[in-house]
């Protein structure tokens, strides 16, 4: 009946390996070890939040005192007619 296609020709030497996109399986396994990433997350939260609160606080601090210093005072502009 013919050959198939992925193997109308015979090359020696070389190995092609090829999965089609169709039989591939992204997301197989996903949530196998969901339970396991939960108790991962539960345990390094600790560890982890001080360090992104303190972050977080300081760029906010940051950011309302860049705001404050760069407004422009109204004493400067009394006189302009």
Do not use: C
Not at 10 to 23: A, C, D, H, N, Q
């Amino acid at each position: 009946m013919g050959l198939h296609f992925g193997n109308l020709a015979k090359v020696t030497g070389i190995t092609y390996f090829r999965l089609s996109p169709y039989e591939q399986r992204a997301f197989a396994g996903l949530l196998d070890g969901s339970g396991r990433w939960v108790k991962r997350m539960r345990s390094g939260f600790l560890r982890a939040a001080p360090f992104f609160m303190g972050t977080y606080m300081a760029q906010a601090w940051a950011t309302e005192t860049n705001h404050k210093l760069h407004r422009k005072d109204p004493k400067d502009y009394e006189n302009d007619q």
